[in-house]
């Protein structure tokens, strides 16, 4: 399958502080790239997402830059809030269909 | 905005018996609808894919005869459990996605006894 990872595997930021979260993929024709928030036992919520047609998108406080030669995408948040805590994963579409393929997941932690 | 809402939310289960989860989409038609499975601290796999009146298309490794998935209306699919064993106590998020996205539902946390 496709290969789609994340990187870090966790992160633990001050309030207040940035976060940047990176998203490595292998199909070169994905051409859709989202960004999902999953809190504990609930499913996944779009947070940002970017086409392949721009490199960069910008949601208040939130923000994806894409890379398409070098196959990665990022997700910033800056100003974090302890409810920005949760499991954040990228999952671009993969294999030339409609289907999404899942990172490996970052939580991120956002300590007061 | 989109809404998919997923019943139940949790389910427990004896050994051997059978337990179907729903995933609608309530205020768009979705053209595809897509089943996942997620473990503890894992990440989400694709189980099957389905379109509204044909087969589901499952991902290998995943038993289509253990893994039912019914898409009747371009607003309802449903995935039964067959059989149920304690491997396959998980947590089944399901999606649903039209021209504009992907939304997700809410998920069933299902535990076998």
């Known amino acids: 399958g496709e290969n789609v990872e994340q990187h870090p595997s966790t992160l633990s930021v001050q309030e207040g502080d940035s976060a940047v979260i990176k998203c490595t993929y292998s199909?070169?024709?994905?051409?859709?790239f989202p960004w999902y928030k999953q809190e504990l036992g609930k499913g996944p919520q779009l947070i940002i997402d970017i086409r392949s047609n721009v490199g960069e998108k910008k949601d208040q406080r939130i923000a994806v830059t894409l890379n398409k030669t070098a196959k990665h995408f990022s997700l910033h948040i800056t100003e974090t809030q302890p409810e920005d805590s949760a499991v954040y994963f990228c999952?671009?579409?993969?294999?030339?269909?409609?289907?999404?393929?899942f990172g490996t997941g970052t939580q991120l932690k956002v300590e007061l | 905005g989109a809404v998919v809402s997923q019943h139940p939310s949790w389910v427990i289960c004896k050994s051997g018996t059978s337990v179907k989860i729903e995933c609608r989409s309530l205020?768009?038609?979705?053209?595809?609808m897509f089943w996942y499975r997620q473990f503890p601290k894992q990440s989400l796999m694709l189980m099957a894919t389905?379109?509204?009146?044909?087969?589901?298309?499952?991902e290998q490794g995943v038993e289509k005869d253990k893994f039912l998935i019914n898409h009747a209306s371009l607003t309802l699919s449903t995935l039964t459990v067959t059989s149920a064993h304690p491997e396959d106590s998980s947590f089944y998020i399901c999606?649903?996605?039209?021209?504009?996205?992907?939304?997700f539902g809410s998920g069933t946390r299902l535990t076998v006894v």
């Open positions: 999952a671009p579409i993969t294999g030339g269909g409609n289907k999404l393929t």
């Open positions: 205020d768009f038609q979705a053209t595809t």
């Open positions: 999606s649903a996605t039209d021209l504009y996205g992907y939304t």
């Open positions: 389905s379109n509204e009146g044909s087969k589901a298309t499952y």
């Open positions: 199909d070169s024709a994905s051409n859709y």
